[in-house]
């Protein structure tokens, strides 16, 4: 009899888990807070063994490579990459012996006139979102001061026909380089432009950036879809190759948080429109599971089946555009990506689950997502889909000097990298998915794509075309 009962038992359970998916089976193992706030604590800890070794190995430089224990820079000299990435994070954190350290650094020693062309997106999202957001959170002027010299220096970028900016830019003499680029580095901008109009008052970022995330759109194909590469001196598409992959994904990700973080409805408009053609064309149901694939951006037929580890930030945006069933749907079909060799691979094909690309470089998207679908569903199994992802993230990633990129995830070979996103998005995800909400004002803040959370209050209705 009691034989029986367990039977029925195991087969209620298997019952719930193939009904209702992967969070089904997650949500058998529900957390409550106490548990949830001992694994923020040693989600707290292990960022300080991370940071610990930054300041041991590398302090003052881009990069601790975590195996070899060297710092890196990335173009000769140091821009701080680290510190400013990781500076909101400590603050969150609650270290602020820490966080003073890194802030005084900064103040005493980033200067950016320096005659190194840098990329004008990776040091927007990383440098001057961080100056902009540990600004809103600490108050230190001199790190307003550093941003809007930083936007200053960044400007001569859009100085070309189309209003689209160059890839690189000088910072000492202006001059630029790199007119093939795509829309992501053109669209993934606004965000900390328009901050720093705000802070500052001059209209001149806002501006500038709002028209290079226009004209990006406006080169949209007649069936609402943008390529992946374009020159920006001709305005015209170099790859008809459409997605929500990487060199696209944030580009539509800032559509909608510019609407949400300044009220502006070109913004609004222009995600409403864009998501209408990426369920169309790039969705994809494969086997009863959500996926987005690739497509061309002239006839919206398939070209690859193809998903990864940077698309799996699209359920958080989805699920804050209040998309919530599309954005559980999508985030089930990432977390089978992972749990597939217990740590996700940087690309596979959703068709056949191979493995396209092996490595893992510590990506935060697919936490940056189970935080947003927790926060805005409410459901705790999502706290255990992340408890699942930290203690995998931990168990093959962490290393005595540091947290290391994986070689590939089928291995779990460790690379010797330590990307500075790691501070920036990766444990503050993590922290703050599992740490009680007045941690952060959720909806108080927009998060810029570093994750640096920038403060919500609208300027004023921009309408520029
Ligand atoms: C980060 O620099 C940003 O999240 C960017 O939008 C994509 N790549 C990395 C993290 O994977």
């Known amino acids: 009899m009691r034989r029986a009962g367990s039977v ?3 087969f209620v359970l298997w019952f719930l888990a193939g009904a209702n998916g992967v969070l089904a089976r997650t949500a ?4 409550d807070d106490q548990q949830a706030q001992v694994l923020a604590e040693q989600v707290r800890q292990e960022f300080l063994h991370a940071w610990q070794n930054y300041e041991r190995y590398a302090w003052g430089h881009d990069e601790l490579q975590p195996l070899t224990k060297t710092p890196r820079d990335w173009y000769g000299g140091s821009m701080l990459m680290t510190p400013v990435d990781a500076l909101d994070t400590l603050i969150l954190m609650k270290l602020p012996v820490e966080a003073d350290q890194a802030r005084q650094l900064i103040d005493a020693t980033l200067s950016f006139d320096k005659d190194i062309y840098v990329k004008n997106f990776e040091i927007t999202i990383r440098l001057l979102g961080g100056l902009l957001s540990g600004y809103q959170l600490s108050g230190d002027d001199r790190l307003l001061a550093l941003a809007q010299d930083l936007g200053n220096r960044l ?5 070309s026909p189309t209003g689209l900016p160059y890839e690189y830019v000088n910072l000492r003499t202006g001059k630029v380089r790199g007119a093939q680029t795509n829309p992501a580095e053109t669209g993934t901008l606004l965000l900390e432009f328009g901050t720093l109009s705000k802070l500052t008052g001059q209209p001149v970022y806002f501006n500038t950036a709002k028209r290079a995330l226009v004209e990006t759109y ?3 194909s007649a069936i609402g879809l943008v390529g992946d590469s ?13 997605h929500i992959s990487g060199g696209i994904d944030s580009y539509y990700e800032y559509l909608w948080k510019c609407w949400k973080l300044f009220g502006d409805r070109d913004c609004l408009d222009m995600w409403n429109n864009s998501l209408v053609a990426i369920n169309r064309y790039l969705a994809d149901d494969a086997n009863g599971e959500l996926w987005y694939g690739h497509a061309d951006m002239n006839t919206g037929k398939r070209t690859s089946t193809e998903y990864g580890a940077l698309d799996a930030f699209f359920p958080a945006v989805l699920a804050f555009a209040h998309q919530l069933d599309p954005a559980k749907r999508l985030q089930d079909s990432s977390f089978k990506m992972w749990t597939l060799n217990g740590i996700e691979p940087e690309l596979i094909d959703y068709r056949s689950m191979a493995i396209k690309d092996p490595r893992y ?8 997502s189970t935080y947003y679908l927790y926060r805005l569903s409410g459901n705790p199994s999502y706290r ?4 699942t992802l930290f203690r995998d993230f931990v168990k093959y990633c962490r290393t005595d000097g540091g947290y290391a990129a994986l070689e590939s995830v089928v291995t779990k070979r460790q690379a010797n990298a330590m990307q500075s996103f790691v501070f920036a998005e990766t444990f503050k995800y993590f922290y703050l998915l599992f740490a009680p909400p007045t941690t952060l004002n959720f909806d108080g803040v927009v998060f810029n794509t570093e994750a640096h959370p920038l403060a919500r209050i609208p300027i004023r209705n921009h309408r520029t075309r």
């Open 361 to 368: 470089a510590l990506r935060p998207e697919i936490v940056e």
């Open 28 to 31: 058998l193992d529900e957390m």
């Open 8 to 10: 029925l038992c195991l």
């Open 218 to 220: 406006r080169r949209r």
């Open 384 to 387: 255990s889909m992340g408890r």
């Open 230 to 242: 374009l020159d920006v001196e001709t305005g015209r598409w170099l790859s008809v190759d459409s």
């Open 155 to 159: 400007l001569p970028a859009f100085h």
